[in-house]
């Protein structure tokens, strides 16, 4: 699945992505050791327990991560020059070990590029949801993308 050019985008595009994702205690530990995250929230069952969760709670920034990793093949795989920045973002439910996210992407904004004759930005708005259909994470995405070839 190869992503769009920017002359292919309109405001109000929207794209569920049937990429879905079961969200593992590996996952949660080896992004919060290679991040060099020690919250004992991610990390240490007992103390996350004994927290208002009572369970390991998943890295947020893994969770962020794994939202616009989802929406890469169906939006900018192949056609993106840069990412250009993120905004918005918030994380209204957590996520835990065994939670099944899903993602949905919709364009919010298209804009030409001032520095690049043959390229445009598209904003992106990105949610992540789990198995009980809450919001866990949203943002977002500006992307530059490359004009289609003529």
Known sequence: MAGRWFDEWKVGDSIAHEIRRTVTETDNLLFSTMTH????????????????FGQILVN????????????VG????GTLVANLGYDK???PHPVFIGDTMRAMSEV????ESKSRPTAGVVTFRHELTNQRDQIVCQCLRMAMLKKKPA
């Open 74 to 77: 169906d939006t900018t795989l």
């Open 37 to 52: 995250n020690p919250q004992p929230l991610h990390l240490d069952l007992e103390a996350a327990k004994a927290s208002e």
């Open 89 to 91: 973002l918030v994380m």
């Open 108 to 111: 919010v904004d298209l804009r």
């Open 60 to 71: 947020g920034t893994f969770t962020f991560a794994l939202m616009v990793g989802l929406s």
